[in-house]
């Protein structure tokens, strides 16, 4: 009852810890690290008989194989997901910062062109710039977040809230056409509405992935 067990399960991360880190031998537990730190400690529980579901030691751990290397597939590819979200984060921050006023235009066109009903957008035109500015450095942290896996939880839960922001506002305005181009990646590349519709929804498969596993 003093918690043996629930300390064995947590150093070989059969458990999560609720907060705080834990280091073993000088690496810190997660995700990255924790095949390295397994293959350091053993681990037999009380009762040895209940945890074997192979015949033999040979088929259990034929079974903690095939688990280990889908694990590990699932590992290699979130961090395929966020380098390359984050790449595109960083292209497109770093596109359209070369001429933030350009965007900022851009901005202006979409509140000139859209209303909801009789609700109109131009009272935020003063906004603008700001509104542009804010945008560039957002994609600039999500991307290097991403791409140095940092702050994991926050830069997926931005990243999502972001890509769903994008991904809708540009499926209205495949639609309506009412803005022909987005300026996404500013002046360096012009794609069409529908372009960029499918460019977000490629980008939005990769961010499900990542927040999902965002753990």
Known sequence: GSGKSTLAKLMIGLLEKEKGNIYIDGLELNRDTIYDIRNKIGVVFQN??????????????????????????????????????????????????????????????????????????????????????????????????????????????????????????????AITNKVTDCGCFGDMLKLTNWETFWKNVVLMVFTIYIFLFRN
């Open 48 to 173: 040895p008989d209940n945890q074997f579901i192979g015949a033999t030691v040979e088929e259990k751990g034929d079974s903690i194989r095939v688990y280990m290397e889908k694990d590990k597939k699932k590992i290699l590819l979130w961090h395929i997901s966020r380098w390359f979200v984050g790449s595109v984060f960083l292209f497109s921050s770093f596109s359209k910062g070369v001429d933030p006023l350009g965007t900022s235009y851009k901005i202006q066109e979409y509140m000139t062109a859209w209303s909801i009903g009789s609700f109109s957008f131009e009272w935020a035109l003063p906004l603008a710039t700001f509104l542009s500015v804010s945008m560039i450095t957002l994609e600039f942290l999500i991307g290097v977040l991403l791409i140095t896996n940092c702050y994991k939880k926050m830069s997926a839960w931005l990243l999502l809230l972001m890509m769903t922001f994008f991904t809708v506002t540009t499926l209205i305005d």
